[in-house]
T-cell receptor, first 112, second 111 residues
């Protein structure tokens, strides 16, 4: 199936731990994104990469570090997790000829 | 600052009862206005892009329209499977390359 995929689907961890979320797209898109959706369902962009180059870096704590090993992958590493990091994180991608973004299924992160 | 406001926050309809969802926006220059559908536990699914005032797009029971200040998502004779959260988002011209989302509108269609 052609899609945007994320792993894991659920992630439960304790405060202070470091965790990573992986994202892969096989749509041949050049641009990939990370979004955070909070408990009120508000979706907000965190980062975007175009062909492995960082394009957008919103006011996100530097505990969050995206890494793009190639244009089909964009991973999110989070250091020293805090309670407020609990949310659903979505990866998305878009083709070079369009602003339409295609989202993955999300990773629900719970920090206890 | 670019802003998107959706109303109402939640809407309950009976099957077959047509209605419209509103998305008002403020932006210095609009590059595109987007509608997405999000089902519980899933990622947003792209529905429409509108680029200029007066433009309309349709897909099954959904029709999206755009003015210079608002976009409407009209739902004609909805079915229970249309129940979802509908998100409106915009891309601004000349600004940072990012989608700005509204808070969404949860639609429930009762059989």
């Amino acid at each position: 199936d052609t899609a945007v995929s994320q792993t894991p689907k659920y992630l439960v961890t304790q405060m202070g731990n470091d965790k990573s979320i992986k994202c892969e797209q096989n749509l041949g898109h050049d641009t990939m994104y990370w979004y955070k959706q909070d408990s009120k369902k508000f979706l907000k962009i965190m980062f975007s990469y175009n062909n492995k180059e960082l394009i957008i870096n919103e006011t996100v704590p530097n505990r969050f570090s995206p890494k793009s090993p190639d244009k089909a992958h964009l991973n999110l590493h989070i250091n020293s997790l805090e309670l407020g990091d609990s949310a659903v994180y979505f990866c998305a991608s878009s083709p070079p000829t369009s602003d339409e973004q295609y989202f993955g299924p999300g990773t629900r992160l719970t920090v206890t | 600052e670019d802003q998107v406001t959706q109303s109402p926050e939640a809407l309950r309809l009976q099957e077959g009862e047509s209605s419209s969802l509103n998305c008002s926006y403020t932006v210095s220059g609009l590059r595109g206005l987007f509608w997405y559908r999000q089902d519980p536990g899933k990622g947003p699914e792209f529905l429409f892009t509108l680029y200029s005032a007066g433009e309309e797009k349709e897909k099954e029971r959904l029709k999206a329209t755009l003015t210079k200040k608002e976009s409407f998502l009209h739902i004609t004779a909805p079915k229970p499977e249309d129940s979802a959260t509908y998100l409106c988002a915009l891309f601004s011209q000349g600004g940072s390359e990012k989608l700005v989302f509204g808070k969404g509108m949860k639609l429930t269609v009762n059989p």
